[in-house]
């Protein structure tokens, strides 16, 4: 069984940067694209951004300037920083497997909520 | 980028009604790469539908799908109660990746 837990801060100071990191289980990393979306508190789903197995990355045009995507296959992981974060980051922060028969997301993690706070 | 319009903004139907909720895009989806979620409070979404019509493992086979180009439809033949959520769409037609901003099911 495939799963995605991610982990990282709860609460980050304005201006800082955002770290997160996805632990994929049941599965290798080097297959797929893994992606990280987020949703502001009561307010829809944005796809922030995806990294392929070969570490190509695709990211939001409207975060692009701030985000950076990487993948560390020895460990199975995924990670996303976000920099200059504003209160308009706040948002449960989700990763998520894509599969690239149909570009669909099969399996996402539970989320973690990220608060931008000083 | 695709703009997805999903409409209505909230659904009101009883427990046995049909639902029928719609997704419309703002130019083609190229492949039908279109994808149907259902998202419960504090919970992540959950995958119902790929590729504009397949039924992913598990869902039961109330939930159907259909469209193609811009026009697409998430159906649910008879509601049970564990129906009443939020639905939002999908697409990989073009990058980015966008969603639906989401059709609130709730029951009358």
């Known amino acids: 069984q495939v799963q995605l837990q991610e982990s990282g801060p709860g609460l980050v100071k304005p201006s800082e940067t955002l770290p997160l990191t996805c632990t994929v289980s049941g599965d290798s990393i080097t297959n797929y694209y893994w992606s990280w979306i987020r949703q502001s508190p009561g307010k829809g789903l944005e796809w922030v951004g995806h990294i392929i197995y070969n570490g190509n990355t695709y990211y939001n045009p409207s975060l692009m300037s701030r985000v950076t995507m990487l993948l560390d296959t020895s460990k199975n992981q995924f990670s996303l920083k976000l920099s200059s974060v504003t209160a308009a980051d706040t948002a449960v922060y989700y990763c998520a497997r894509m599969r690239s028969t149909w570009y669909h997301y099969d399996y996402w993690g539970q989320g973690t909520l990220v608060t931008v706070s000083s | 980028e695709i703009v997805l319009t999903q409409s209505p903004g909230t659904l009101s139907l009883y427990p046995g009604e049909r639902a029928t909720l719609s997704c419309r895009a703002s130019?083609?989806?190229?492949?039908?790469?279109l994808a149907w979620y259902q998202q419960k409070p504090g919970q992540a979404p959950r995958l119902l539908i790929y590729g504009a019509s397949k039924r992913a493992t598990g869902i039961p086979d109330r939930f159907s799908g259909s469209g193609s180009g811009t026009d697409f439809t998430l159906t649910i033949s008879r509601l049970e109660p564990e129906d009443f959520a939020v639905y939002y769409c999908q697409q990989f037609g073009s990058s980015p990746v966008t969603f639906g901003h989401g059709t609130r099911l709730e029951i009358k």
């Open positions: 130019q083609g989806v190229s492949g039908s790469y």
